[in-house]
Structure formats: C-alpha cells, structure tokens
C-alpha cells in the first residue's frame, strides 16, 4: 500500500502493519494508539492460539506424560492440560520452539527441531495472511475504525513474496530500523537471557556447522542448548537487518527507533508515519 503523507493522513480507516527485530518496540508502539478505535492484532498470538495451538498443546502432554502423578490424571480424564497464551504472555510459543542441543539438558535433536521451525514457518505465513480478513472482521464485528498488525520478529525470514505481497495490499508496511546503541543492548539481552528463535533452514544449515567446528562438539546432541542461541543471535540479528530493510524499499517505508521511542500518543504517531510516506 503506497500513499501520499497528505492521503494517509486523510484515510478514514487505516491500516498499518509494524516490521522490525523483537525488542525494538513494536508493540510500545502500537500501545500507543488508543484501543477505541485501533484493532491490536498480534502475530504471534495468532500463531499460538490458532496454528500451533494443538502441537503446542501436545508438547505440553508429552513432557506431562513423563510425570507418573500427572500420567494417572491424564489418563484417566481427571485433569486437562491448556496453555494460557496472551498478547502480554507469549512464553508456551518459545516453549515449543526449543532449543537445538542436548536432550539432557533440556535441548531438541535436529530433525524435531527442524521440525518445529518448520510448523512455525507456516504458521507465521498463515497468521499474517488472515490479517485482510481481521481487518473486516475488526470493522464489521467490532466497529474498530483503524487496524494495526504487530508482526512477528521473524517475517522477514519467511521468504514468501505472496505474503508480503498480501500485506502491502491491505496494510500500510512500516519498518521500525534499529540503532546501533539499542542493537547492542538486544545483543547483550539475548546474551543474558538466550530465548528460542526462528531460523530459515538456509541460516540454521550455513552457520550449525561453524558453531560446531569452532566449539568441537562432536554433534548437535553435546551443544548445550544456551550456548549456541547466544552465540549465533548476532550473526541472526546482522543477518535479518537487510532483509528488513529490502522488505521496507520494496513494499513500505522506513521508521527510526529513536524516533518512535519519541511518541507520546495517537497524535505523535500519525505525524511520524506521515513524515515517513514523505521522505
């Protein structure tokens, strides 16, 4: 969706969807919008409450199953197992995504972690190609006049031009650009606390067997699972920034961190995107 500042500003019902690495304030962002008039639509809550919920859900039930108090009461139906997934809570996606390495320490081989990236793949593609039909359900069902999609931080990795496509056709697409101050505290965060990530299997088969070789494990099963999220989020992070990027000259435009971290409210942000279509 390409627009005048002018156009934008004068669209009676707008529609935007936010791009940019997890961490660099999307979300801030849109909380900013007041929730009268703006439908919040979430990604990753899509992916978790939607497609993924089932294997979710059967991740859960197995590592239950390992429990025999727990064993019991599941099969004989005296208790049900359910994840609490919200916009604020997105911790049973991480859970099922894992983490590459050893299984002692709590790690996934590389055939069922390939797999799980594999099923978040698609659903990411599927959760951001409902996003024109929540935008009429938000109007239709709910009365909302404005839409705005919290992308997740790995849409630039999906390598699916028909989504992207999908999106710029019914969303105005707004790059949130890091700086480098704040992709060193992202990097030094990732480092505290390593969280489980998306790869595309080109990343993941290109920069495993550099870990590896560097580190002289003898195989995935003997990386200790922390260790390889931390060293490799990085090269990740370097890795997404232009393809963001190429994502925004193509499709969109461009926002700087610093100053959306300058937005106080509706008004603040209308102007900011605005001054973005202009550039």
């Known amino acids: ?3 005048t500042p002018r156009e934008f500003l004068d669209c009676e019902r707008k529609a935007i969807t936010l791009l940019g690495m997890s961490g660099v304030g999307k979300t801030t962002l849109a909380d900013k919008l007041p929730k009268d008039r703006w439908f919040h639509y979430s990604g990753d809550y899509r992916i978790g409450t939607k497609y993924l919920e089932e294997p979710i859900l059967d991740n859960i039930k197995r590592r239950a199953m390992d429990v025999p108090f727990l064993r019991d009461l599941l099969l004989s ?5 359910g994840s609490n997934i919200t916009v604020g809570n997105l911790a049973p996606i991480s859970t099922f995504l894992g983490k590459l390495g050893n299984p002692a320490a709590g790690g996934l081989s590389l055939v069922e972690f390939k797999r799980r990236q594999a099923l978040h793949r698609q659903a990411e593609i ?28 790995s849409v630039c990795e999906l390598d699916d031009p028909e989504t992207l496509a999908l999106l710029a056709e019914n969303t105005l697409i707004v790059y949130l650009r890091t700086t480098p101050e704040l992709e060193q505290v992202l990097i030094e965060r990732a480092r505290l606390d390593p969280k ?5 299997p080109e990343f993941l088969d290109q920069e495993l067997p550099v870990f590896v070789a560097e580190r002289g494990y003898g195989s995935v099963d003997e990386i200790p699972p922390d260790e390889f999220v931390t060293w490799v989020f990085p090269r990740l992070f370097h890795a997404r920034l232009p393809r963001y990027q190429a994502i925004a000259d193509h499709y969109g435009y461009t926002l700087d961190v610093a100053d959306a971290a300058q937005v106080r409210d509706e008004s603040d942000f209308l102007e900011l995107v605005a001054a973005a279509l202009g550039r």
Request: charged letters at 25%; aromatic letters at 18%; glycine letters at 8%.
């Open 196 to 200: 489980p990530l998306y790869y595309r």
């Open 77 to 81: 139906d005296s208790i049900y197992i």
């Open 126 to 153: 599927m959760a951001m190609r409902d996003v024109p039909a929540f935008r009429e359900k938000a109007r239709e069902i709910y009365g909302y006049q404005h839409f705005i999609n919290d992308a997740g931080g």
């Open 1 to 3: 969706m390409r627009m």
